[in-house]
């Protein structure tokens, strides 16, 4: 067994680790289970979806050890390569259809909002797609479940329109055309009527998670 390496990333839940040269170590800040995370990536990759590979659930449940994905995250290389940021947004386009057209498992619980038997990864943004050697990579199934695709892409709309942006004047103002950018060639294509029921069911609920900031609120209900 490997021994637990450098801390590598920190999630809203969870930091990866170090494990060997190939593996990482997924854990839970607040000792949640990952137990269920293990069931849903392995189901996802039976289901052909570009998802790490679980090699063990450690820790009495608390950790997982997955293969090490080399490469950085979608947002990583759109603040590198600017000029590839439509194309992110026609790839993240295309994971969700992919994800979306897999029945979700019996395990899986249903969507906090709509109804639908499509599997839903419901974080599926650019911070949680790794642009790796073999091609784009979705991490973090923490919140997949079951329910209407339509709902899972509201969800990412909303959060894309809404999320908080660092930086100078000048660097938020690149980052918020950046972001038009990616959002509009997200939705190229889809039909922003039959969105807009699940859009404004998904602004609601998620006005109430406590993790969002009131700015962030806001901009989510400037969308209805």
Same mark, same amino acid.
């Given at each position: ?15 990866? /680790?170090? /494990? ?13 289970? *990952?137990?269920?995370?293990? *069931? %849903?990536?392995?189901? $996802?990759?039976? *289901? ?23 490469? &950085? ?8 390569? &600017?000029?590839?940021?439509?194309? @992110?947004? #026609? #790839? ?11 029945? $979700?498992?019996? @395990? ?8 639908? #038997? ?7 943004? &650019? ?26 892409? !509201? ?5 894309? !329109? $809404?999320? *908080? ?9 690149? !980052? #918020? @055309? ?7 060639? @997200? ?19 998620? %006005? ?17």
């Amino acid at each position: 067994m490997s021994e637990v390496g450098r801390l590598l990333a920190r999630g809203r839940d969870a930091d990866i /680790f170090e /494990f060997g040269n190939e593996l990482v170590l997924r854990r839970s800040r607040r000792g949640v289970s *990952q137990v269920g995370e293990a *069931q %849903v990536l392995r189901y $996802a990759k039976e *289901q052909g979806l570009p998802v790490p590979v679980v090699m063990d659930v450690v820790e009495d449940g608390r950790a997982l050890v997955m293969e090490r994905i080399d490469g &950085p995250t979608m947002v990583e290389a759109a603040s590198k390569r &600017p000029w590839k940021i439509g194309a @992110f947004g #026609t #790839t993240l386009s295309q994971l969700h259809d992919a994800v979306h057209k897999v029945e $979700a498992p019996e @395990f899986l619980s249903a969507a906090p909002v709509g109804t639908g #038997t499509s599997l839903l990864h419901l974080d599926l943004h &650019p911070l949680n797609v790794m642009l790796s050697s073999r091609g784009p990579i979705i991490i973090d199934w923490t919140n997949a479940c079951a329910g209407d695709p339509n709902v899972d892409v !509201a969800l990412t709309w909303a959060l894309l !329109a $809404a999320g *908080q942006l660092s930086g100078g004047l000048i660097e938020r103002g690149l !980052a #918020t @055309f950046g972001r038009s950018i990616l959002l509009r060639r @997200f939705l190229a294509g889809r039909n922003l009527d039959d969105l807009r029921p699940s859009l404004n069911e998904v602004v609601h609920w998620k %006005v109430r998670d406590p993790n969002l900031s009131e700015a962030e609120c806001s901009k989510m209900l400037d969308l209805l």
